[in-house]
């Protein structure tokens, strides 16, 4: 007797297989890096910026939420004072 899988299913388990281990690490926040099936992927704390890369004034009270865009070239900023600022990264 024979078996169908459907195409690409090898493909498509190993990227789960990824994808599984990265969501289970507290500390994931890169975007350009390549895994390997052939080690357990591994992140910790010292992965997490410990140098004040630049300090954005604006806010009257507590930042609640920040989030960059897709592109990466703008930064949303939302306080407890109830304003949004949109801020647009240097080069």
């Not at 920040?66 to 990264?89: H, K, P, Y």
């Amino acid at each position: 007797s024979s078996v169908m899988l459907p195409e690409n299913r090898l493909e498509s388990l190993l990227g789960q297989a990824v994808a599984h281990q990265v969501s289970h690490c507290m500390y994931y926040n890169k975007t350009d890096t390549t895994f390997s099936l052939l080690s357990d992927y591994a992140c910790g704390p010292e992965q997490i910026p410990s140098v004040t890369a630049q300090v954005l004034d604006g806010h009257s009270d507590e930042v609640w939420h920040v989030q960059f865009s897709n592109n990466g070239r703008m930064l949303a900023s939302a306080s407890a004072d109830g304003t949004c600022i949109i801020w647009e990264r240097s080069s």
